[in-house]
């Protein structure tokens, strides 16, 4: 304890030099630990963005933006497809459940789905739930009724009416279409991207196109669900095989998606270790400064019987003291870092974040432990091996 407390103090007696340090070394921890935490949160955030989309069947292109403008309704759609198609698909023995959607719409920036009523009975197989249940109102039963998402509700209430344009999503909005949908539900938070988008009918959507639509209505992307794991794969290779349509495996899409963001990751790891180093190499200086500049001091308490261990453990337990109480100043920052950029990236797109503690804030802590127990033991040493007499 005496240790400690003569540490502590001489802490105190530099305070420009410890909050420098602690300041350099807790910006190091917070930086890895937003980047740890992040990871893991993007990565739960897509798993569960992709829940409710077992197979898209899309128009012919890259699986890449089918998945960016249907589940993160991020992109463009690819195309249509026609409904023919889709009433296929939808006869097909191996498949258990098909939702039609047309998308390419929106209400003031708000992405507009125009989906059929099969999607009020797409059930959450881990929980025997809807993915989509209200939380006020009703389900759009009637022409250009329309239902907002948990967040989509946040700019309108039940019974107001909008007007849909044109695209919008990724640009200027086009023409307004001459139509007005009047909300009469609000949806229960899914903890997806839809949460911000309106939903109005199948039917509605058509009709407000017939001007641009061809001989027969179309839709952008059909939500498959298979009835076993044998049936899924069939079902993919042979629309792949055709000329019409592409089908995309959500979870292998998200999955490449994750990793395309670990790439990232990686680097920013990298940059982060990095700066750890330095500010390990920031203990390791201001503990040989200091050491220097009290040579004369640590020869005076040598000389009225302070012992050479205890003298060495005064400067390690110096650096490991710093190095304690900038990680947890490091971690607290990250993780209020973290949950800031998780609301931000909430607000933008919907895909819930929930950066909570994972067991490589341990890792982290063990190694900040570690290199300043290494940067500090040079500076103990050079302490444990001071002539007395020369610096007094």
């Given at each position: 304890?005496?240790?400690?407390r003569?540490?502590?103090?001489?802490?105190?007696f530099?305070?420009?030099?410890?909050?420098?340090?602690?300041?350099?070394l807790?910006?190091?921890v917070?930086?890895?630990t937003?980047v740890?935490?992040?990871?893991?949160a993007?990565e739960?955030?897509l798993?569960?963005?992709?829940r409710p989309?077992?197979?898209?069947?899309g128009?012919?292109g890259?699986?890449?933006?089918?998945?960016m403008?249907?589940v993160l309704?991020?992109?463009?759609?690819?195309?249509n497809?026609p409904?023919?198609y889709?009433?296929?698909l939808?006869?097909d023995p191996?498949v258990?459940?098909?939702v039609?959607?047309?998308?390419?719409?929106?209400?003031?920036?708000?992405?507009?789905?125009?989906?059929g009523p099969?999607?009020?009975?797409?059930i959450?197989p881990?929980?025997?739930?809807?993915?989509?249940?209200?939380?006020?109102?009703?389900f759009?039963?009637?022409?250009?009724?329309?239902?907002?998402g948990?967040?989509?509700?946040?700019?309108?209430?039940?019974?107001?009416?909008f007007?849909?344009?044109h695209?919008g999503?990724?640009?200027?909005p086009?023409s307004?279409?001459?139509a007005?949908?009047?909300?009469?539900?609000?949806?229960a938070?899914?903890?997806?991207?839809?949460?911000?988008?309106?939903?109005?009918?199948?039917a509605?959507?058509?009709?407000?196109?017939?001007?641009?639509?061809?001989?027969?209505?179309e839709i952008?992307?059909a939500?498959?669900?298979?009835?076993?794991?044998?049936e899924?794969?069939q079902?993919?290779?042979?629309i792949?095989?055709?000329?019409v349509?592409q089908a995309v495996l959500?979870?292998?899409?998200m999955?490449?998606?994750?990793d395309?963001?670990g790439?990232?990751?990686t680097?920013?790891?990298?940059?982060?270790?990095?700066?750890l180093?330095?500010?390990?190499?920031?203990?390791?200086?201001?503990?040989y400064?200091?050491?220097a500049?009290?040579?004369r001091?640590?020869?005076?308490?040598?000389?009225?019987?302070?012992?050479?261990?205890a003298?060495?453990?005064v400067?390690?337990a110096?650096?490991?003291?710093?190095?304690?109480?900038g990680?947890?100043l490091?971690m607290?920052?990250?993780?209020a870092?973290?949950?800031?950029?998780?609301?931000?990236?909430?607000?933008?797109?919907?895909?819930v974040l929930?950066?909570?503690?994972?067991?490589?804030?341990f890792?982290?802590?063990?190694?900040?432990?570690?290199?300043?127990?290494?940067?500090?033991?040079?500076?103990?040493v050079?302490?444990?091996?001071?002539d007395?007499?020369?610096?007094?």
């Amino acid at each position: 304890m005496l240790v400690l407390r003569v540490a502590l103090r001489n802490l105190g007696f530099r305070p420009v030099l410890t909050a420098v340090t602690l300041a350099l070394l807790g910006l190091a921890v917070a930086q890895e630990t937003v980047v740890v935490l992040l990871a893991r949160a993007f990565e739960a955030g897509l798993v569960r963005a992709s829940r409710p989309f077992d197979l898209l069947v899309g128009a012919k292109g890259s699986p890449t933006p089918l998945l960016m403008s249907t589940v993160l309704l991020q992109d463009a759609p690819v195309g249509n497809l026609p409904l023919a198609y889709f009433e296929q698909l939808q006869h097909d023995p191996r498949v258990a459940y098909a939702v039609p959607l047309a998308m390419g719409d929106s209400a003031y920036g708000t992405p507009l789905l125009g989906v059929g009523p099969e999607l009020v009975g797409l059930i959450d197989p881990a929980i025997g739930q809807p993915y989509f249940a209200l939380a006020q109102g009703r389900f759009a039963m009637h022409a250009f009724e329309a239902v907002a998402g948990a967040q989509a509700a946040q700019h309108w209430q039940l019974g107001d009416t909008f007007q849909s344009h044109h695209g919008g999503l990724q640009d200027v909005p086009g023409s307004a279409h001459n139509a007005w949908y009047t909300i009469v539900g609000v949806l229960a938070p899914s903890d997806t991207p839809w949460d911000r988008a309106l939903f109005v009918p199948l039917a509605s959507y058509w009709e407000v196109h017939q001007e641009h639509a061809a001989a027969e209505p179309e839709i952008t992307v059909a939500l498959l669900r298979p009835k076993g794991v044998k049936e899924f794969y069939q079902l993919h290779q042979e629309i792949n095989r055709q000329s019409v349509a592409q089908a995309v495996l959500t979870g292998h899409g998200m999955m490449r998606l994750s990793d395309m963001l670990g790439q990232g990751e990686t680097v920013l790891r990298f940059t982060s270790w990095l700066a750890l180093a330095m500010g390990a190499t920031t203990v390791f200086l201001a503990s040989y400064a200091v050491g220097a500049q009290r040579q004369r001091d640590t020869a005076i308490l040598r000389a009225l019987g302070a012992g050479r261990w205890a003298m060495c453990s005064v400067g390690l337990a110096e650096a490991l003291i710093t190095a304690l109480i900038g990680t947890v100043l490091g971690m607290a920052v990250g993780h209020a870092t973290a949950w800031y950029i998780a609301w931000r990236v909430h607000d933008a797109s919907a895909i819930v974040l929930r950066p909570t503690c994972v067991p490589a804030e341990f890792g982290i802590a063990g190694a900040v432990l570690l290199l300043a127990a290494v940067a500090g033991l040079l500076p103990a040493v050079q302490v444990y091996r001071q002539d007395v007499a020369s610096n007094l």
